[in-house]
DNA sequence: GTCTATAGAGCGATAGAC
DNA sequence: GTCTATCGCTCTATAGAC
């Protein structure tokens, strides 16, 4: 039954959240689902896997509308990470694990691949719009407008999450600041 | 003896640098330096207390020379971070442990905070030179650019983790742009 | 300061009944 | 599909001799 393994993803997240991949235990999970170990290792062979479904994150808040301005899209996405300061610690979890497990670096490049597809379909749309480029010099600047942008993302979750003085408003005037110029 | 100590954080490091934190157990650590159980838990009262004096890296390199212009400054740390994968991935392994263990979470802020400073420094010396901005306008100015410079940093380092396809050569490109515009 | 030996707890995963 | 029970293993940390 897919809605059951959905529960279970959802219940072994937030635990993944609040203590790590690691450091959260079946037995917690399991507990924290109501159900059984036999229940859980019907859906998921193992612990990796359901750490694997766990990380892969609905990313659907992070969709730019068709009307929106680049930046007003990705000053949004920043916005909606300092309001759930829950799923920007599961990224920094998730993005620290990535580099020892191999199916979760998985999810993370694919995740974080649809990231930059949005950000460069939102882009490309206001660039063909407004600038006046040749076709390689539009996906050149497009490539490296992608590598501002996840940076401008990862940094936000990295500083916010790691960081004790971190000032949201400022960051948002230093992303607002290199993001407009084009 | 002090130098017992270096000794065995070394090992320690190299071993949470392949397998991560919580993965390299004190039974790996403790067979890698050669040594017993004995002997590492009469320099390390736990194993919390080893991550966090491992997480704890010399930073020395990315000092800044008192003759390097900002952005130089800041594309010798990047590729001196291109140059030594396993530190780079080190850092990632680390930040990720920081969201969920408040030991290494303390030494990462005071890394961050390290390297903060010295960004600080350089771009402070530079901008009284060139720049013509009162006291309050400097400040403003530099605390933005520290964040700029941190979000390119961390940046670089979950990218370059992370992404099947990442190309440095672009993110150096893109890292120049932001970084002399001032 | 380092050794050997082991305590004591918890882990991920499985077997087999229902 | 879910349960109970438990296997077999590994983990961190300590005790006590030297």
Redesign the interface.
Same mark, same amino acid.
């Given at each position: 039954m897919q809605n059951r393994r959905s529960e279970i993803v959802e219940v072994a997240r937030s635990l993944f959240a609040r203590? &790590?991949y !690691? !450091?959260a235990s079946m037995s917690e999970i399991i507990a924290a689902t109501g159900l059984s170990a036999g229940a859980i290792y019907n859906h998921f062979s193992s612990k990796t896997e359901l750490m694997s479904a766990a990380a892969r994150v609905n990313l659907d808040r992070f969709t730019a509308s068709s009307d929106e301005l680049p930046w007003d899209f990705v000053e949004r996405c920043l916005r909606e990470l300092q309001t759930d300061h829950q799923l920007t610690?599961f990224f920094? *979890? $998730?993005? &620290? @694990?990535?580099?020892? %497990?191999p199916e979760i670096?998985a999810v %993370? #490049?694919e995740q974080? &691949?649809q990231l930059r597809d949005r950000v460069i379909a939102v882009y490309r749309r206001w660039a063909e719009a407004e600038l006046d480029l040749t076709g390689s010099e539009l996906e050149t600047w497009l #490539?490296?407008?992608a590598?501002?942008v /996840?940076? %401008?993302f990862? &940094?936000?979750v990295?500083?916010s $999450?790691? /960081?004790?003085n971190f #000032?949201a408003e400022?960051?948002f @005037?230093?992303a607002r $600041? *290199?993001l407009r !110029?084009g």
């Open positions: 203590s &790590g !690691q !450091q610690r920094a *979890i $998730t993005w &620290g @694990e990535a580099a020892t %497990v670096a %993370v #490049d974080l &691949g #490539d490296m407008l590598a501002a /996840l940076s %401008v990862t &940094g936000f990295m500083q $999450t790691a /960081l004790a #000032d400022r960051y @005037e230093f $600041t *290199i !110029q």
